[in-house]
């Protein structure tokens, strides 16, 4: 089984942090990931995205053109990207950014405004956190309790005491 | 092993170091800076030398002193970097030196751009800089080759005395993979190995001399000559390529790096369509894996050559096959990434147009 994911948005939002918790998860199930970023100027404020795979297979092409799931983070990026949806595939939409409603009736889409309940339960930053929260319980692609080790392998001591704010995240996405 | 997720360019610095590389030489430049910054972090740590140059001539140039002394060392760049490099390759190649030169490939020509390409496949296997002579060019195609060729580099271009070359590309060096290395311990060469050394040795023996300039026609000539004795028997000796489903192939893609993990899944694509479709993949660019090629097409009615250029390997892949398959070109340049779906579809249109 293969799951392809882009997650797209504006630089700053997390996108490269939310997709690299995903490969983490996959890699600390011993499957085969792979995690592919823009990269140059994007990284400074303009759109970011990143391309993720997680399989019980080796990956071939680690550049997704058609993913099983989009995380959708800004305006330019759900216009960009979903079309490009798998038919039977999900759209996780940022609506407190994303104005458009989604007019595609061959994917389950989700309209989140992520970046307000961020706003509202005092998690500045991690709109892009409760969006995975709402992937992992669509997809199944892991448990929560999978998601503080590879937490903890991603954010660096110092900064440890973030993990239970990104968990906080985490679990308002789950419950939505 | 434990399995460590990291970017191509990281994976490779921590090969490097693990082979034995005490001294990295550098300038930054996207989209390879990510292996400066890990040197900077990890060469201190490790009894080695970690110097931001003033320019990218300058970073060779250190490496050309920091090879006469026996020791292993390297530089990395990309695409425009590389061109500015190659006055300090050629006095190496000139001076039998070894070093490892990583080309973490951008959009060209000029300055280009920032996202991957193969356009420097002739730079590297033909002319990376003037006169006459070769270099070894390693082509990894994942994260976890990025690592494993970067130890072979170091020891092969030690036994040829050599410069080699590791070709890689924007996305294998941004991209994250898992990764495991053999084992934990710093490999170290010996200096004193290498007996043409410039070390010093307190005038127990003849001083060495590594140069480059030889006024007197003949003695050049001599010096040429063996060089290229030597490349005949590296060329038999290094020669890799990957077959994948090319046993009963009709359509045989030929693609490296990057582009062959493409090119594999629209090689499975086109199974999946009924389409006997195989991929080979050139590990090594130079020498060129002509005999494996030859036997992955053994049963091709069409070759389809894939790059992110506008057509470089396709000249090797004509040259090993002696052009008794016709051989067909699709590619993708200035930093765009071939889908894909678009590779299928030209192995789609060979298919029907057959051995015509």
Known sequence: MTTEAILAGFGG???????????????????????????????????????????????????????????????????????????GGIAIIDSTLVTKECTRTDIRSF????????????LPGMANIILVGKLIKETGIAVIDAVRPALEKMIPPKKANLIEANMKALALGMAL | MERNLMKGNEALAEAAIRAGC?????????????ISAYMAKRMPKVGGVFLQAESEIAAINMVYGCASSGVRCMTSSSSPGISLKSEGVSYMAGSDLPCVIVNVMRGGPGLGGIQPSQSDYWQATRALGHGDFQILVFAPSSVQEMADYMGKAFDLSDKYRMPAMILADGLLGQMMEPVTFGSEEIHTPDPALKPWATNGHGNKRKHNIVNSLYLQAEELENLVVERFKRYEIVKSEVHEAECYRTDDAEIVVAAYGSVARLAKAAVDLAREAGIKAGLVRPITLWPFPVQEVKDACRNAKRVLCVEMSMGQMIEDVKLALDCRVPVDFYGRTGGVIPKPSAILEQIKILNEKGAE
């Open chain 2, 22 to 34: 005490k001294g990295f030489f550098g300038y930054p430049i996207t989209p390879q800076t990510e």
């Open chain 1, 13 to 87: 939002q997390g996108i490269l942090f939310a997709g690299k918790l995903l490969a983490y998860l996959g890699l600390n199930q011993d499957k085969q990931v792979s995690w592919l970023p823009s990269y140059g100027p994007e990284m400074r404020g303009g759109t970011a995205n990143c391309s993720v795979c997680l399989s019980d297979h080796p990956i071939g092409s680690p550049y997704v053109t058609d993913p099983d799931v989009l995380i959708a983070m800004n305006g330019p990026s759900y216009d960009k990207f979903i079309d490009s949806v798998k038919p």
């Open chain 1, 111 to 122: 309209r989140i405004p992520s970046t307000e309940l961020a706003a509202q339960h005092g």
